[in-house]
C-alpha cells in the first residue's frame, strides 16, 4: 500500500489518511495487523477531498516538523535513484541547494492533503509523528477497541540529522510552501 491512500473502517467510522513521508506505513502496517474490516479508497497522492467517505467518520493523520519532512522527501528520492541505473551518478538535484531551489514545488504541502475549502475538516484529527507512539496505542484502544503496546517503526528512508541543512534560503522556502505545518509545530518562524 502506497501513500495518499486512506483505509477505513465503516463500524467503528474510524479512517487513516496516509500522507507522504510522515510516518504512516507503519501505522499502515499495524491497522491491517489488528484483524478488523478495513477499506482502502481513493487514490495514490490524492488530497482529503477527492476522498468518498462518511462525514461521521473519525479521520486520523499524521502529521510531520515541515523541515523533517522536506528533508526526508529528498533523501528517499536520492536513495531511489541509488537501487536504479544512476546509483553512480550525482545529478544536480540530488544536492540539497538544487533541490531547495529548483525541485521542492514537486512536493505538496501538509495542508494540501487535508484541507477542504481552505480549512481542516472538524473530523480530521492529525497525530504529530513525535507524539505517534504514546497516541496511536490510544487511539487504536478507544475507536477500534484493541489493545496494542507499541508501534512498529518502518523507516524505508536512512538519513542524517536534517538540521545540519537548515540554512535561510531552506527556511525562508519551507515557511511558505508548509506554512499551515509551520504553525501547528510553533515553529515560530
Not at 483505509?7 to 467510522?13: A, K
Not at 499502515?28 to 482502502?40: A, H, R, T
Not at 496505542?137 to 545540519?164: C, F, Q, W
Request: charged share 25%; hydrophobic share 35%; net charge positive.
Amino acid at each position: 500500500m502506497s501513500t495518499g491512500y486512506m483505509l477505513v473502517s465503516e463500524f467503528h467510522n474510524f479512517a487513516f489518511y496516509h500522507i507522504p513521508k510522515c510516518g504512516g506505513t507503519s501505522i499502515i502496517n499495524l491497522l491491517k495487523s489488528l484483524n478488523i474490516s478495513l477499506e482502502q479508497i481513493g487514490k495514490k497522492h490524492e488530497p482529503l477531498s477527492g476522498k468518498q467517505i462518511s462525514e461521521n467518520a473519525t479521520i486520523f493523520t499524521n502529521i510531520r516538523n515541515p523541515f523533517h519532512r522536506i528533508y526526508s522527501i529528498f533523501c528517499e528520492r536520492k536513495q531511489r535513484s541509488w537501487r536504479t541505473e544512476y546509483k553512480n551518478v550525482d545529478f544536480p538535484e540530488f544536492f540539497w541547494e538544487h533541490y531547495v531551489k529548483e525541485k521542492i514545488n514537486e512536493f505538496r504541502p501538509i495542508h494540501e492533503f487535508l484541507f477542504i475549502n481552505n480549512k481542516l475538516p472538524g473530523n480530521v484529527y492529525p497525530v504529530k509523528l513525535e507524539k505517534a507512539k504514546v497516541a496511536w496505542p490510544m487511539i487504536i484502544d478507544v475507536y477500534l477497541d484493541r489493545e496494542i503496546k507499541t508501534i512498529p517503526h518502518l523507516n524505508s528512508t536512512a538519513h542524517g540529522d536534517p538540521m545540519e541543512f537548515y540554512d535561510k534560503n531552506m527556511i525562508g522556502v519551507v515557511k511558505y510552501r508548509e506554512w499551515w505545518a509551520v504553525k501547528e509545530y510553533n515553529l515560530g518562524l
